[in-house]
């Protein structure tokens, strides 16, 4: 009994004692290599759950670095062929009913998807998050059956949608699998949680995401990885407005 | 004089065919009267409640505010200028911002305006602002409650983003609910303490618009800041009042050609069977001027006739509604724009006198019409009674 209380005690206190606990922007510079690409192509299916029923979209997006996307609605049938263009802080809604091309404000961005829990740059950001957040180590549990660093991010820099995140990280995999996403003051927004993790070459990447927002009934929008591809040739065009019509 | 008397005796002795036609152009007369009445009603009651909870004496805007376009709204705002108008009364600062209330687990975006509690320019029960601990206390309209289903007392998390676009969200406690004819002050909007909103925003000192007292005189406008009179902030009622007086003139032309289609076909029927009376008038030595004045007059007293009935039963009607109002079935938030519950017309003398004018002109327009056809009788053939 004394062992096991030793045994106990050396463990649950090594990690203070003797600092153990990783850095906590390694953590997030991993994370950025396992997840951030120079480009990447996605087919992918959002599923939104309402109160009463779930509307589905299917989509295919390219995007570039954390400026550039390109969005195309392939289901529902009144949706086919609506494309999104985003450069920077501009966003652009190709409609195939109207046939119209509306350039859209940055403030847009902020706005929901189809009333889904993403925002268009939920949706469409891929930023590095070393970059942008200071990250400390603060414990770790188990989520799913994996091993996780429980990791509290702040953001240094001032222009950013959330102030804190705190992250659960695979300690092998280096991929965050359920995320917190905190208002100023403090209070919970948004969970995120990451599942069916697959080998994509040489990455870890989810299958599955499921968005939920904290403050609203319903169980949440869900988005799933039909197929990705890495660091792919994409030309140049798709990024252009020309593309929109085409 | 005669021929006023003659007119006068041959109507009356018509009988119910005149009556008929005169109770007709009377309701005609009340009906016209009672549109414009209410419209007008509307009209003062509608702007006299913009004035009273919205505009105040005029608003200062920042150049870039735009009310019917709420993407614009992180780029209107900025410091309040000292000295825009001079006046008594301070003037009173709103900052508005977009934002997320979750009232029971629904998601409702409104707009939050942050707005001195102490002020005294708009009727908005803003001493109702206060609450301890460190809450914020919110306002909300009386609509806007019935939508979120909130109550006084009640707490809602609200979810908004400072000026860096970040996230933030605190509880807010209702500690007032008004009631108001104005829906652009109501529906889908929060009102909270101007210094409260200033630091969740983290814009001190600024505003998106300044509301100026009443007697203040125009202000000046400045680089940043562009005064909007009464004139422009009492635009879009005035066009909406106009759009729905245009059904009014619709209703009330359909009522006064049905009139006039009984005076017409009266009239008409006259001139058909009266010819020997007309070749006897002639023959007496009456020209045919005369008796085409004679046939025109006693249509046109028609109108003289269904005023003083008009007058009769009508006075006591409008009066009563002017008095007592008129009860509108439909939510004022229905509308989207300033209505009472109750609206009392109003009647001026202009209105009453113009409606008589026009009505009896139109009259005798469509009395005289038929009557030309007496000046082309051939008085021996009419005096025999032969149909011509």
């Given at each position: ?99 119209r ?26 930023s ?23 990791v ?14 705190k992250l ?79 | ?12 002795g ?96 409104v ?27 919110a ?80 202000g000046?406008?400045t ?23 245009s ?70 009607l ?14 004022s ?55 011509q």
């Amino acid at each position: 009994m004394k062992k096991l209380l030793l045994v106990f005690i050396i463990t649950g206190f090594t990690p203070l004692l003797f600092g153990q606990y990783p850095d906590g922007k390694d953590i997030l510079r991993k994370i950025d290599d396992n997840m951030i690409s120079e480009n990447r192509y996605y087919e992918s299916s959002m599923i939104i759950h309402g109160r009463r029923t779930s509307l589905t979209f299917k989509l295919k997006t390219w995007t570039a670095g954390d400026t550039k996307s390109f969005t195309e609605y392939l289901f529902p049938v009144r949706e086919k062929g609506t494309k999104m263009l985003k450069l920077d802080d501009q966003l652009w809604i190709y409609s195939p009913s109207a046939d119209r091309i509306i350039q859209i404000a940055g403030h847009m961005l902020r706005q929901s998807v189809m009333g889904s829990d993403l925002s268009y740059e939920d949706l469409m950001e891929d930023s590095k998050l070393s970059e942008q957040y200071n990250a400390k180590v603060s414990g770790e549990e188990v989520v799913d059956g994996r091993k996780c660093w429980i990791v509290d991010l702040t953001a240094f820099v001032p222009e950013i949608a959330y102030h804190r995140k705190k992250l659960w990280v695979d300690q092998e995999r280096n991929i965050p699998l359920q995320e917190e996403l905190f208002a100023k003051s403090g209070t919970l927004l948004k969970r995120t949680r990451l599942s069916e993790i697959r080998r994509i070459n040489e990455r870890w990447y989810p299958g599955k995401i499921l968005f939920k927002d904290m403050l609203k009934d319903g169980q949440g929008t869900e988005l799933v990885i039909d197929e990705i591809r890495f660091n792919i040739e994409v030309p140049d065009h798709i990024f252009s407005k020309a593309s929109l019509k085409k | 004089m005669l021929s006023f008397k003659l007119a006068l005796r041959n109507l009356l002795g018509a009988g119910l065919r005149t009556w008929l036609n005169v109770v007709v152009l009377s309701f005609s007369f009340i009906i016209i009267i009672w549109t414009k009445g209410i419209l007008e009603g509307w009209d003062r009651q509608a702007k006299a409640d913009m004035i009273k909870w919205e505009i105040g004496g005029g608003q200062f805007w920042h150049v870039n505010y735009d009310p019917y376009d709420p993407l614009t709204l992180d780029e209107s705002h900025d410091r309040i200028p000292a000295g825009l108008i001079s006046s008594v009364q301070p003037p009173v600062p709103v900052l508005i911002t977009q934002g997320t209330i979750y009232p029971g687990g629904r998601m409702l975006s409104v707009l939050v305006k942050g707005i001195p509690p102490e002020q005294k320019i708009l009727a908005l029960p803003t001493a109702k602002m206060v609450s301890a601990d460190g809450e914020i206390a919110a306002i909300i309209g009386k609509a806007m409650a019935e939508n979120a289903k909130l109550d006084t007392g009640d707490y809602v998390t609200l979810r908004w983003r400072d000026r860096n676009g970040t996230f933030d969200a605190r509880e807010l406690k209702i500690t007032g609910i008004f009631d108001t004819n104005v829906p652009t002050v109501d529906v889908g909007q929060i009102w909270i303490p101007l210094a409260e909103l200033q630091d969740m925003m983290l814009l001190p000192d600024e505003a998106t618009l300044i509301v100026t007292p009443e007697n203040a005189g125009p202000g000046e406008a400045t680089e940043e800041w562009v005064f909007r009179d009464h004139e422009f902030l009492l635009a879009d009622i005035e066009s909406i009042i106009r759009a729905k007086g245009s059904v009014g003139i619709i209703v009330w032309l359909i009522l006064l050609m049905m009139a006039m289609l009984a005076v017409f076909d009266t009239q008409v029927l006259s001139i058909f069977r009266r010819q020997k009376e007309i070749g006897t008038c002639v023959a007496l030595g009456m020209t045919r001027g005369q008796v085409v004045k004679l046939f025109t007059m006693e249509g046109a007293l028609h109108s003289v006739l269904a005023a003083i009935v008009g007058a009769i039963y009508g006075i006591p009607l409008l009066f009563l509604q002017s008095v007592r109002g008129i009860k509108i079935p439909l939510e004022s938030s229905d509308f989207g724009l300033a209505m009472a519950e109750k609206l009392y017309p109003v009647y001026s003398a202009a209105l009453v006198a113009g409606t008589i004018l026009i009505v009896m002109i139109v009259t005798t327009i469509v009395s005289y019409w038929p009557s030309r056809k007496i000046a082309k009788l051939n008085p021996t053939e009419a005096l025999r009674g032969r149909i011509q």
